[in-house]
């Protein structure tokens, strides 16, 4: 499966952005859909998941700022960021898991700066 991520760019704190994911196969396939984000010097870490069934599930530091959505049709997946603090700055990633083989697509720059 191929993911391409898109809509990254430069927002001022405070600020709102909507990523996309889209997918070459369908994505109600796979177990689960997230974003990944890594910024520079840093591990890359979780910032949302949807599972097939609709859950979703965020860490806490950015619960209540982000949204993680698809869209069937699409097979696409977004993440709705409002809030964004700098601390957000980093390449945002989308990732799947097809038997237990992790699935990344090109990453999108989110810069977050006044």
């Known amino acids: 499966v191929q993911l391409q991520a898109s809509g990254g760019g430069l927002v001022q704190p405070g600020g709102s952005l909507r990523l996309s994911c889209a997918a070459s196969a369908n994505i109600f396939d796979f177990d689960a859909m997230n974003w990944f984000r890594q910024a520079p010097g840093k591990e890359r870490g979780l910032v949302a998941s949807i599972y097939v069934g609709g859950m979703t599930n965020y860490p806490e530091s950015v619960k209540g700022r982000f949204t993680i959505s698809r869209d069937k049709a699409k097979n696409t997946v977004y993440l709705q960021m409002n809030g964004l603090r700098p601390e957000g700055t980093a390449v945002y990633y989308c990732?799947?898991?097809?038997?237990?083989?992790?699935?990344w697509g090109r990453g999108t720059q989110v810069t977050v700066s006044s």
């Open positions: 990732n799947t898991r097809i038997f237990d083989i992790p699935y």
